[in-house]
């Protein structure tokens, strides 16, 4: 049950101290505000309106109001799981708030997935991550395991903007002007933070190999958005691995001498 919505509730003053990354109608009529809308992202995304019955996991979920959002939108349960302490992020400040008693926090890594034996999930939000990862295509094959039906997910990608800082403008204007062709392979490139000084960016990937990153772990994709710019999104199902499992490292089909 949502508190009544009091006019000297002023979201600045509830979470001061606190980054707020995400925008989102925490109480009717107001709003958070933040770079990175809620509802903007789900509906790119063709997120259901009813979750009724499912049980979410949101990953690395900061302010946690994608969470949030889906248990108002009547998940059973939402499980958020981030590696910051929930105090500092306003996520437990939040929960309280709004009187939330079906979604809790874990506070761990993606890798953690399987220490925590947190069982199955038919929805999993993995959003603004992917980039941030050392071991992407390990996080989505944890993913994979805990996923019973749907992933979404989304990351800057490299279609149509050049992020490094340290490209010069000649080497920019090369790669745009021929970007459709370079487009066709799918491509990522290691940041080393390049593209803003952030030490924890990683990889930064163009849209087909966003693409093949989520189908190598055996998601089909349903659905792709992007905003013309520099962001994408992804929606898929899982479906079956392409892979033979515990056989890292063996290529039954190499030439053989």
Sequence with gaps: ???????DFDPKTFYKGIYIFQRWEVLPGIFTEGPKD????LDAMGFPESLEGKRVLDIAPWNGFFGFEC???GASEVVSLGPENPMDTGYEQTRSLLGLTNVRYVQGSVYDLPKFDLGSFDVILFLGLIYH???PLLALDLIYDACLDQMYTDTPYIDNYVF???ASEETKAVFLNNREEIHKIPLLYYTEASESGDPYN????NLAAFRALVRSSGFEVVREANDGGNWCWISARKGSRPFVEG??????YAAKL
């Design 247 to 252: 056989l890292e490292g063996f290529n039954a």
């Design 133 to 135: 990862l050392r071991h």
């Design 1 to 7: 049950m949502q508190p009544d919505l009091t006019t």
């Design 202 to 205: 990683w990889f930064m990937p």
């Design 38 to 41: 809620v509802t903007r992202t």
């Design 164 to 166: 490094d800082l340290t």
């Design 71 to 73: 248990a108002r939108r």
